[in-house]
Nanobody, 119 residues
Framework: QVQLVESGGGLVQAGGSLRLSCAASGRTFSTYRMGWFRQAPGKERDFVAHIRWSADTTSYADFVKGRFTISRDNAKNTVYLQMNSLKPEDTAVYYC????????????WGQGTQVTVSS
């Protein structure tokens, strides 16, 4: 089992930046990839970005390309999400996710951190 703790959320004005962090603990020796998802009120949870742990491979949702950057620090078992040029529609709870092995999808989730972007 992997435990995930997110931090870095908050209130920011449109056009501003935030950096989210997600620290993993527990069975982190088995990490295939980590990612970020978000859920706005009344909406489904959406994929934001993910990063392979053993390869410098990333993937982004179209609505964040060019604005958000996912990165990792393997030594700290931490994944980051740098969010620039934030928009009010980026307001959501952001969740960190962990996948242990290829196939099967993400199998551990953090508790979420609130990001609010004011206009």
């Amino acid at each position: 089992q992997v435990q995930l703790v997110e931090s870095g959320g908050g209130l920011v004005q449109a056009g501003g930046s935030l950096r989210l962090s997600c620290a993993a603990s527990g069975r982190t020796f088995s990490t295939y990839r980590m990612g970020w998802f978000r859920q706005a009120p009344g909406k489904e949870r959406d994929f934001v970005a993910h990063i392979r742990w053993s390869a410098d491979t990333t993937s982004y949702a179209d609505f964040v390309k060019g604005r958000f950057t996912i990165s990792r620090d393997n030594a700290k078992n931490t994944v980051y999400l740098q969010m620039n040029s934030l928009k009010p529609e980026d307001t959501a709870v952001y969740y960190c996710a962990h996948q242990s092995h290829p196939g099967g999808g993400f199998n551990s989730w953090g508790q979420g951190t609130q990001v609010t972007v004011s206009s």
